[in-house]
Structure formats: structure tokens, C-alpha cells
T-cell receptor, first 115, second 112 residues
Framework: GAGVSQSPSNKVTEKGKDVELRCDPISGHTALYWYRQSLGQGLEFLIYFQGNSAPDKSGLPSDRFSAERTGGSVSTLTIQRTQQEDSAVYLC?????????????FGNGTRLTVT | GDSVTQMEGPVTLSEEAFLTINCTYTATGYPSLFWYVQYPGEGLQLLLKATKADDKGSNKGFEATYRKETTSFHLEKGSVQVSDSAVYFCALVTGGGNKLTFGTGTQLKVEL
């Protein structure tokens, strides 16, 4: 079946512009995660959605970052007034119910380059 | 806070060699431990996991044992293949949830 789909796969933007990154999770998965992978760094947790609960935003690095999940499915990560340090690969993952026994399924990521 | 430390790569091995990728962790409470793998051009996928001390996770010939006394979860495989070339990530989660803390990843290259 279809996996987690992310778009665009690559995005180059100028410093100061806003960007939107999209994630389509696996159908039926209630949990959705955003991670960021910077060069030489591990995957950094950003935000977590579980069903209709309030999202866990504890990993968002600044108020320039926000995310939505509409209808319990598609999610959009928005970065306002991008900075060069925002350059990274942004990974989305979904899991069946968010529990430890439910593995994360990752998309291929969006590579963001801020010039 | 929670953290995961992996050996730095790249690790380059000949086919059929023995593989060890070291992973140690720091966590509050009793974490569940995972290895994820990212093959070229693909998303990360779960390779194996262990949820309590002395558990051994295994999959595709890979094994890792949850060692609480050494806070380690080293990944091993007895005979690697070219198709095992990938980036391997050690990760943990605490509290029964699924918000993983990842290591930096170790790239493995297997040559003929």
C-alpha cells in the first residue's frame, strides 16, 4: 500500500521567505510526527499529532515554526521568515496509534535549502 | 534529558564481515530501544526493537540486546551483504509513548 508521502522533495528558498511542507500519512494512522535532520545531527523531534488531542509542540525551535493537521490526515509544516539555519531535511512519520508497539513509518523527507 | 550516542561512520566492510555498530543511551526511567534503517532513496524504517532489559531484538540477520547495566543496545550482524549498505539509527522512547529520541546515525558501506 501507499506509504507516507511528502512534498515537495526539494525546496530552495531565499532567506526571509515563508515555506510550507506537506505530509500525507498512511491512511488510518492516527499519529503523525515531524522531525528535522540537520547535517551531522540526529533526528530532532518537532511536533506530534495524535487523533483529536492537542498537538505536542514541545520540539518546535521557535515561533516561526507551526504545523497543522486537517481532518486528522494531511499535515502542513510552515516555516515563516526562513533563516539559513533552517536548512535541513524535514521528515514526516505516521504510526497506527502512537503507542510504543506501533512503529513509525517515515516519508522520504523534504530537503529545504535556505539561501 | 534523554540522549542516544552512536559510533561515527562511515563504517566500511567487506561482504561477509562481522558488523557491530555501538549505541549507548541516557534516559530517565526505563526506555524502549530501537534500531531504524534508511536505505538509499528510501524513508527510515524500523529494523528491530527491545522493550525491556535483556530482551533481544532481531530481524533480517541483525540482532541487538538491551543491556541495562551498560546502557547499551549495540547492533550486530554475523555476515553483512552489499544490500545492507544504509544508514542505521539507534533510538529510544520513554513513558510508553512514541516520541523517539534518535542518535546521529551511522552510515554502513559494504563492498564486494
Amino acid at each position: 500500500g501507499a506509504g507516507v508521502s511528502q512534498s515537495p522533495s526539494n525546496k530552495v528558498t531565499e532567506k526571509g521567505k515563508d515555506v510550507e511542507l506537506r505530509c500525507d500519512p498512511i491512511s488510518g494512522h492516527t499519529a503523525l510526527y515531524w522531525y528535522r535532520q540537520s547535517l551531522g545531527q540526529g533526528l530532532e523531534f518537532l511536533i506530534y499529532f495524535q487523533g483529536n488531542s492537542a498537538p505536542d509542540k514541545s520540539g518546535l525551535p521557535s515561533d516561526r515554526f507551526s504545523a497543522e493537521r486537517t481532518g486528522g490526515s494531511v499535515s502542513t509544516l510552515t516555516i515563516q521568515r526562513t533563516q539559513q539555519e533552517d536548512s535541513a531535511v524535514y521528515l514526516c512519520a505516521s504510526s497506527f496509534n502512537g503507542g510504543t508497539a506501533s512503529p513509525l513509518h517515515f516519508g522520504n523527507g523534504t530537503r529545504l535549502t535556505v539561501t | 534529558g534523554d540522549s542516544v550516542t552512536q559510533m561515527e561512520g562511515p563504517v566500511t566492510l567487506s561482504e561477509e564481515a562481522f558488523l557491530t555498530i555501538n549505541c549507548t543511551y541516557t534516559a530517565t526511567g526505563y526506555p524502549s530501544l530501537f534500531w531504524y534503517v534508511q536505505y538509499p532513496g528510501e524513508g527510515l524504517q524500523l529494523l528491530l526493537k527491545a522493550t525491556k532489559a535483556d530482551d533481544k531484538g532481531s530481524n533480517k540477520g541483525f540482532e541487538a540486546t538491551y543491556r541495562k547495566e551498560t546502557t547499551s543496545f549495540h547492533l550486530e550482524k554475523g555476515s553483512v551483504q552489499v544490500s545492507d549498505s544504509a544508514v542505521y539509527f539507534c533510538a529510544l522512547v520513554t513513558g510508553g509513548g512514541n516520541k523517539l529520541t534518535f542518535g546521529t546515525g551511522t552510515q554502513l558501506k559494504v563492498e564486494l
